[in-house]
């Protein structure tokens, strides 16, 4: 089975533009979880989709956003994007709650210069 | 804020050697994983102990669990070069626990 699978990989971008970040689950893993992980504040979670509704939300500003499509898919999207934004994003799936331990991918490194 | 904390921050030792790190949290859980993170990579999930249970083992790895303390203990033995990488705890949160919250995590390394 495949793991879960993140593109770009690499990201550079500059103060002021928008990104999206792509996310690919475990085949039949309907649960999709955000993370930020930066050297300041560690490993901190964004949000969580589940059958295409968020079910939960971390303490990040609305610049941040995300959504799952019907194949599980996901997406984050951060807008007006701030130096402080650089960080590694990491996108973790499970089958059905995120409490059973989660499967990461590899992580998008994004730098905002 | 963060649920965990772990303690050490950092640990090195030799190749061999027995590796223990600490993780507390602050609020009532259902259960607690252990993740390992190579260099600026994903995570992987180690082991998960529930709350009903008091220790758990996986290959190498020795995780206990004590709520009254709110603590747990990751034990890592016969310590190889690739067990070098950072080591967070996590809690599941929010209602449904649909919320991981990690520790700042430790780094390990080992010296060959």
């Known amino acids: 089975k495949a793991g879960v699978t993140q593109t770009p990989r690499y990201l550079i971008k500059t103060r002021g533009q928008q990104v999206t970040l792509s996310c690919s689950p475990i085949?039949?893993?309907?649960?999709v979880s955000w993370y930020q992980q930066t050297p300041g504040q560690g490993l901190q979670f964004l949000f969580e989709y589940f059958s295409e509704t968020q079910r939960n939300k971390g303490n990040f500003p609305g610049r941040f956003s995300g959504r799952q499509f019907s194949n599980s898919r996901s997406e984050m999207n951060v807008s007006t994007l701030e130096l402080g934004d650089s960080a590694l994003y990491l996108c973790?799936?499970?089958?059905?709650?995120?409490?059973?331990?989660?499967?990461f991918g590899p992580g998008t490194r994004l730098t905002v210069t | 804020s963060q649920q965990g904390e772990e303690d050490p921050q950092a640990l090195s030792i030799q190749e061999g050697e027995n590796a223990t790190m600490n993780c507390s949290y602050k609020?009532?859980?259902?259960?607690l994983q252990w993740y390992r993170q190579n260099s600026g990579r994903g995570l992987v999930h180690l082991i998960l102990i529930r709350s009903n249970e008091r220790e758990k083992h996986s290959g190498r790895l020795r995780v206990t669990l004590d709520t009254s303390k709110k603590s747990s203990s990751l034990l890592i033995t016969a310590s190889r070069a690739a067990d070098t990488a950072s080591y967070f705890c996590a809690t599941p949160l929010g209602g449904g626990a649909q919320k991981l919250v990690f520790g700042q995590g430790t780094r390990l390394t080992i010296n060959p």
């Open positions: 085949s039949g893993h309907r649960s």
């Open positions: 609020t009532s859980i259902n259960n």
């Open positions: 973790a799936s499970s089958f059905v709650a995120i409490g059973v331990g989660q499967y």
